[in-house]
């Protein structure tokens, strides 16, 4: 088992930065993948981006590349998304998941509880 908690999120003006963590716990050595994933209101949830723990490989959404950066401290088991440029589309729930390598993907199945993000003036 895993555990996920997801902090830092928060209320900021359109052009501002967050930095969100999700910091893991449990048989962390069980995954490959760690991703992060939003959901706005009456919005499908919408995967955001992942790091891959072997390679370190991180693909990214369209809608945040160049904006947003994954990131993991392998000491800490902490994986981090930092958001620069911040835009109300932004706005949302957003979760931190984990799971195993599958081909073609992650199979997420760790969630955490999520951290709210609103990007208004």
């Known amino acids: 088992q895993v555990q996920l908690v997801e902090s830092g999120g928060d209320s900021v003006h359109p052009g501002g930065s967050l930095r969100l963590s999700c910091a893991a716990s449990?048989?962390?050595?069980?995954?490959?993948?760690f991703g992060w994933f939003r959901q706005a209101p009456g919005k499908e949830r919408e995967w955001v981006a992942c790091i891959w723990r072997r390679t370190g490989d991180t693909p990214y959404a369209d809608s945040v590349k160049g904006r947003f950066t994954i990131s993991r401290d392998n000491v800490k088991n902490t994986v981090y998304l930092q958001m620069n440029s911040l835009k109300p589309e932004d706005t949302a729930m957003y979760y931190c998941?984990?799971?195993?390598?599958?081909?073609?993907?992650?199979?997420?199945?760790?969630w955490g509880q999520g951290t709210q993000v609103t990007v208004s003036s």
């Open positions: 998941a984990a799971g195993r390598a599958l081909p073609g993907g992650c199979d997420y199945n760790y």
């Open positions: 449990g048989y962390v050595r069980s995954t490959d993948c």
